[in-house]
DNA sequence: AACACCGCCTGAGCGC
DNA sequence: TGCGCTCAGGCGGTGT
């Protein structure tokens, strides 16, 4: 399921294909995965850039941003199950089922076409007018998890009596983190997550924040969690797996003291936890 | 403010 | 092999 690592590392693998490269043609084939503003009454394809050139992509949380010069924008969330891929002419794509939207490419790496598929239809395509649109939208984020300083962090987490993971699992607090990340993260502050963010102290804020900045960028490093079907925009997956020393582990030793690892559920989401590493008491 | 709960949706994994 | 069930979860909505 892609979380901030993930779209990091599919923004980093489609931007030889995409930037500079020139969107000619435009295929929906489920328009209702295409979220319009109110102002805009349909779908018109300019708005999905036909014609337009792109001029960067951009990442905010777990969400990416098509741009172009002065023109349209697109801001487009995988959801559970989405995938963005750029599929060089004369290649095919592998599971070509659930593919809503398609973009035929002509950039400078060459032609191809960039494919939105996602087979549980929890992501979305949204149209915007321009970049400061973008920005207005991004607005509602946190800031971006990647780069979070323990300052910015304990400003964000003030005064809030609620468990520290659902404040990380909440996207206006803080942009970027999943379920897997925020056990991943929580885990190596050794935080226990239900641990309420008035009892955390200044130091386990700066571990904290150190925890998620690391976790992020070693999976990003890493090319993101493969979960079952994750791949990136050249459908690169499998060897890319992140070591998880928690999720997906319940029941299992825990690699720093032995005892079994527990299954909880905060903040309506399957949660593993070390009990004797992660103290709540802290 | 912050919680619970729901609906959206498919596929994997399981028991029978 | 195939059926029916449970589970996975981001996010926006509503209700408490």
């Known amino acids: 399921m892609p979380e901030l690592p993930e779209i990091e590392h599919l923004k980093r693998s489609l931007e030889p294909s995409l930037q ?9 084939i489920r328009s209702d995965v295409i979220h319009v503003s109110r102002s805009h009454a349909r779908i018109h394809p300019s708005m999905l850039l036909r014609r337009w050139t792109i001029s960067r992509l951009d990442r905010k949380g777990k969400q990416l941003a098509i741009l172009t010069d002065d023109g349209p924008a697109l801001c487009i ?19 070509p089922d659930h593919v809503h939207c398609r973009w035929q490419i002509k950039g400078p790496c060459g032609e191809g076409m960039l494919v939105f598929r996602d087979p549980r239809r929890f992501g979305g395509i949204w149209l915007l007018p321009d970049r400061a649109a973008v920005m207005k939208r ?26 520290i993971k659902a404040a990380l699992l909440d996207q206006q607090l803080i942009a970027g983190i999943g379920n897997i990340y925020a056990d991943e993260a929580l885990f190596a502050a050794r935080i226990h997550p239900l641990t309420s963010c008035v009892s955390l102290s200044r130091e386990q804020i700066k571990v904290l924040a150190h925890a998620i900045r690391t976790t992020l960028r070693r999976a990003v490093a890493a090319g993101g969690s493969t979960l079952r079907d994750y791949s990136d925009g050249n459908g690169e997956a499998g060897w890319f797996k992140v070591h998880h020393r928690v999720y997906g582990r319940a029941e299992l030793p825990c690699e720093l003291c032995g005892g079994l690892l527990e299954r909880l559920v905060v903040a309506q989401r399957t949660t593993v936890v070390c009990s004797t590493c992660q103290d709540l008491s802290m």
């Open 20 to 28: 500079g490269a020139m969107v000619a043609a435009v295929k929906v």
């Open 77 to 95: 969330h995988l959801g559970m199950s989405g995938q963005l891929r750029f599929v060089p002419k004369g290649e095919r794509l592998l599971r």
């Open 138 to 163: 991004w607005s509602r984020l946190g800031p971006d998890a990647l780069g979070i300083q323990a300052t910015v962090l304990s400003d964000r987490l003030a005064a809030r009596e609620r468990p």
